[in-house]
Every structure is written in C-alpha cells, then in structure tokens.
C-alpha cells in the first residue's frame, strides 16, 4: 500500500542528521516514529500538530500527494525544514 503521508514525513526527515534524531527533538518513541514512516499507523491529532510544528508545514501539506508535497509545500527548498539544525524546529 503506498502512503504518500510516509513519503512525505520521510522526506522532511532527510534534511535531519538523523531519524533518531527527529525522534529525540519530538519526543516521539522511535518505533512508533517508524510506523508512521511505514505507513502501518497515523498519528493522533495531537501528534500531527506537533509534527506539522516540527516541519514547518501544514497538517494538509503533509497529506499530500508525494509529487505535489515536494513541489508545493515550499518546505524543504525554502528551508523551513531544512533550517530547523538551530534549535527545536517551529518553536522561534
């Protein structure tokens, strides 16, 4: 089954050291982190928000086609993710 919502936050991961390290910065169980990667679950409303905080995005962009993620959400190539190396990453 293909999860264009995996796709998308493995993609925002990338511009991380890391996917531990995303974990740690979010407080988030890295097994349960690899389950949304993989598309076997979603995260809680609650989850997304601080995922979404996280990334710089919108719970709407991240459920996005992953075409259209990559090429609409501005996210990764206006550095929104890619600048969140200073800091914990939509908390200015």
Known sequence: ???????????????????????????????QFN???????RPSDSTMRR???????EVHELLLPTGSFSDDSGAPATGRAASAGTGAAGFV
């Not at 389950?35 to 679950?41: D, E, I, P, Q, S």
């Open 1 to 31: 089954m293909h999860d264009d919502f995996g796709d998308n936050l493995r993609l925002l991961c990338s511009y991380y050291k890391s996917t531990a390290e995303v974990c740690r910065r979010l407080g988030i169980n890295r097994p």
């Open 35 to 41: 389950r949304y990667l993989n598309g076997v679950n």
């Open 51 to 57: 995922l979404c905080d996280f990334f710089g995005v």
